[in-house]
């Protein structure tokens, strides 16, 4: 076991979104970090997506000193619009900072990487599979994504199931009907699985648009003018697309979780350990959930790596099953027009839109999970303020 007081060490292996956070999050702790990937910088920058970040994120950023340096790439959008097409409701989130925020993944992955190079705590070791070898008392992190290598040598298995549903990206110029398009994200609830619109500003728009996998390949195979015709159509007419700004691109969706979150001196962190449907935007927000208790454990001088494995395994269990579960029924309830279920979406989206503090407590709940928001009281905040 590491001595209280001697400098302690991690190996983070994958520098994602996940990795490199987890990287400034340790040494920020006091920690000496090597973080490890075998792409190189430039290859990490280079995924065309755009994630949905909540008030919880914007916390754990403000901790690490990142706010300030990341909030030029985060886009602040103050309303959510949220129909069900099947049952012909809708209602509307709004806040008066932000509901949430939406980022690029090329600045936001580049912000972190230059963080990680600067702090002089962190060993960068990119595009090269070959590293110093870490000690048994080390702390390893793996954050390499649902693929990872390391957790299926460590023996842990990643059990869950493929939805028939997949999930097309793309990028879009929006047209300027609406004069707050800017500042307003759409969350569509179809038949065939919902459909959100996140803006990242200046006009442009990531769409994520789920449905049965074999839909999502014809509509990546459309020439450009008739894709936009079909997103047209399923899109609200305030957000219509005017200009694709990159290739449709689709990828499977899953619901997936490690039966344990590590063993020995190593963890699983991010979607090493998770995945889950992007309705609601949860993927990286519970991502860096992890990294946020990852952060406050290793805080604590007295912890070497094995007791901080077994704590962190403790503390993240219940957050990531109850926003699993969560976003396994919405997709359940809503992507069908089963005529049962309509009366009740109808009205239990008009209890939503009658009610404020209901809508504040959905939103609570999104933005910091079931057990976060008890935990932190976070329910009782008023407009999905930060405390
Ligand atoms: C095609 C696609 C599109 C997506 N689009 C969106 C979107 O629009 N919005 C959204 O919110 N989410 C989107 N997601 C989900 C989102 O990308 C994930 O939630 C997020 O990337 C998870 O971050 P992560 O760091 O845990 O894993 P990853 O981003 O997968 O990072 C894992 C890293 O580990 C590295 N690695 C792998 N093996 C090793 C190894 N043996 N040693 C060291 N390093 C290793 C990899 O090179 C990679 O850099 C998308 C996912 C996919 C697959």
């Known amino acids: 076991m590491q001595r209280a007081g001697s400098e302690r060490t991690a190996w983070v292996r994958g520098a994602g979104p996940t990795g490199s956070l987890a990287a400034l999050a340790l040494a920020e702790a006091g ?20 994630y949905a970040l909540t008030h919880s994120t914007q916390e754990l950023l403000i901790q690490l000193k990142l706010w300030k340096h990341l909030s030029s790439c985060c886009h602040p959008f103050r309303r959510l619009e949220l129909h069900d097409r099947g049952s012909k409701a809708s209602t509307l989130f ?19 990487l230059e963080a990680c190079h600067q702090h002089k705590a962190v060993a ?38 493929r939805y028939r549903q997949s999930c097309l990206t793309v990028q879009v110029k929006l047209t300027t009907t609406s004069s707050s398009s800017d500042d307003t994200a759409w969350e569509l609830f179809r038949p065939e699985g919902p459909l959100a619109v996140l803006p990242f500003g200046a006009g442009v728009a990531q769409v994520v648009w789920s449905a049965p996998q074999q839909r999502c390949q014809q509509r990546c195979e459309l020439h450009p003018e008739a ?9 609200p007419p305030a957000a219509q697309a005017e200009v694709l700004l990159d290739q449709p691109a689709w990828f499977p969706v899953e619901w997936r979780l490690a039966p344990r979150l590590g063993r020995g001196t190593t963890l699983l962190c991010g979607e090493t350990a998770h995945r889950c449907h992007p309705v609601g935007g949860q993927g990286l927000n519970l991502c860096w959930r992890d990294v946020a208790t990852l952060a406050a454990l290793a805080q604590q001088p007295e912890l070497g790596a094995r007791q901080l494995v077994q704590r962190y395994g403790r503390r993240r269990w219940l957050d990531l099953i109850a926003v699993m579960i969560a976003t396994d029924g919405l997709i359940r309830l809503f992507s069908n027009g089963h005529r049962l279920l309509l009366p009740i979406r109808r009205f239990g989206i008009a209890l939503l839109d009658g009610i404020p503090a209901l809508r504040r407590l959905s939103l609570n709940l999104a933005t910091y999970g079931p057990v976060g928001m008890l935990l932190t009281g976070a329910w009782q905040r008023p407009n999905n303020q930060p405390p």
């Open 31 to 50: 920690w000496r970090v090597h973080l490890l990937d075998p792409q190189t910088p430039e290859q990490l920058l280079q995924r065309r997506r755009a």
């Open 94 to 112: 709004s806040a008066p900072e932000a509901v949430g925020w939406i980022a690029d993944h090329r600045p936001l992955q580049q912000h972190l």
């Open 124 to 161: 960068m070791h990119l595009g090269t599979g070959s590293s110093p070898s870490p000690s048994p008392d080390d702390l390893q992190v793996i954050a390499e994504g649902a693929n990872s290598s390391s957790r299926d040598a460590l023996g842990i298995g990643f059990r869950g199931f």
């Open 227 to 235: 894709f936009l015709a079909a997103l047209n159509q399923a899109l």
